[in-house]
């Protein structure tokens, strides 16, 4: 046997919603651990780390048609006590609905936690979650990731909401809304918001903005 | 033997150098392969994957304080037909220098390609490539990769060579200038580069200039 027949490969993936005013996570309750942790499992012979990702979020949630992104591997040798486990994570970002969690085999349970009200988790999946929201957050600013968060359609005050919520900050109105509407990555529907107060325009997010938004990068 | 004991994790590292007016890349001839590859080998059992990746940089260009990242993990079941090899990758970017190249164990050979030049490689080493530019020159405007491949001290023509080799197209010098001296990055050291032409100012990178840069983002 080989060095390297003793790693195992697994796939994590931190999976994302917007609900009650906070951002949250999926996590699982695993048979063969104490503390709660981020889903996952190690990858088929035959499967890509894109596909057990895939595979992972749907035994979780019962959803396919979803944003998912390889965000980083963590292979440090002592992560998991009991065997070396290189672990290739992808984050996913879901809009805010009802899901009923399925809590995959080897689990005992799942639930959402706030991501600023949570327990200690099993392995380095603290950190993992750490490094997760750092980049989320920092592509905000310059990707589609907010919009993956929110339904098709939305106001201005949903989207800001969105933002705030996920940056963890307050954004000026007046400021956030010129440069948003500056930026040029909406269009209006037509459709109206109506409900309590008054009634709000409706946007979506302009396919593809983000990567003409790019182009016009500091040093053009 | 389980599924999981089929899969054997590696570490590549991209090595990059801009030399000759050009951004090169380190290749190598592996002894069990016809094609040219990017530099790497199977990770120890107690080796994390940043000590891999300092490892074998080591091994092939005698250098250890280096800028060192993890780019991507690649994963694909059929990448290499021998055996399933997942592949956490990473990049260095090196300051143009003198590197006497070691051919690491199990290579016959070592050489710098032009990045435009490149011939089909082993694996899916031409799509990593591919990505690897992807990055570096996405981020080179917004963090401190330029810098990396850049002496400690540079003119303001040096800095403007290398970002236009790296994007691969002319920048308009006046603007450039103007854009970034305003992104206050820079300090002048108080020397001058003295040689050919008129003297010019020489210039080091503000340490930590583009955490700052990214704190002024378009959502304050």
């Given at each position: 046997?080989?060095?390297?027949?003793?790693?195992?490969v697994?796939?994590?993936?931190?999976?994302?919603?917007?609900?009650n005013?906070?951002?949250?996570v999926l996590?699982?309750?695993?048979?063969?651990?104490?503390?709660?942790?981020?889903?996952?499992?190690?990858?088929?012979v035959?499967?890509?780390?894109?596909?057990?990702?895939?595979?992972i979020?749907?035994?979780?949630?019962g959803?396919?048609?979803?944003?998912?992104?390889?965000l980083y591997?963590?292979?440090?040798?002592?992560?998991?006590?009991?065997?070396r486990?290189?672990?290739?994570?992808?984050y996913?970002?879901?809009?805010a609905?009802?899901i009923?969690?399925?809590?995959?085999?080897g689990?005992?349970?799942?639930?959402?936690?706030n991501?600023d009200?949570?327990?200690?988790?099993?392995f380095?999946?603290?950190?993992?979650?750490?490094?997760?929201?750092?980049?989320?957050?920092?592509?905000?600013e310059?990707?589609?990731?907010?919009?993956?968060?929110?339904?098709?359609?939305?106001?201005?005050?949903?989207?800001?909401?969105?933002?705030?919520?996920?940056?963890?900050?307050?954004?000026?109105?007046?400021?956030?809304?010129?440069?948003?509407?500056?930026?040029?990555?909406?269009?209006?529907?037509?459709?109206?918001?109506?409900?309590?107060?008054?009634?709000?325009?409706?946007?979506?997010?302009?396919?593809?903005?983000?990567?003409?938004?790019?182009?016009?990068?500091?040093?053009?």
């Amino acid at each position: 046997m080989n060095d390297h027949d003793r790693i195992a490969v697994a796939v994590d993936v931190v999976i994302c919603m917007l609900q009650n005013e906070a951002l949250t996570v999926l996590l699982i309750k695993r048979s063969d651990q104490d503390r709660w942790a981020i889903p996952g499992g190690i990858i088929g012979v035959g499967e890509s780390l894109q596909s057990a990702a895939v595979r992972i979020l749907e035994e979780e949630t019962g959803m396919a048609d979803v944003y998912v992104e390889q965000l980083y591997t963590f292979g440090e040798p002592d992560r998991d006590q009991r065997k070396r486990v290189v672990s290739v994570v992808y984050y996913a970002l879901i809009p805010a609905q009802q899901i009923e969690l399925k809590a995959g085999s080897g689990t005992d349970g799942a639930a959402w936690f706030n991501v600023d009200e949570l327990p200690r988790l099993a392995f380095d999946h603290n950190e993992i979650l750490d490094y997760a929201l750092t980049r989320i957050r920092n592509k905000l600013e310059y990707t589609d990731v907010g919009f993956q968060l929110l339904p098709e359609e939305f106001t201005l005050t949903e989207l800001q909401t969105a933002y705030e919520i996920v940056l963890g900050e307050h954004l000026d109105k007046r400021n956030f809304r010129r440069k948003i509407l500056q930026a040029n990555i909406l269009h209006e529907t037509g459709g109206m918001r109506t409900g309590e107060g008054r009634p709000a325009k409706l946007y979506r997010y302009r396919d593809g903005a983000f990567v003409e938004v790019k182009a016009r990068r500091l040093f053009p």
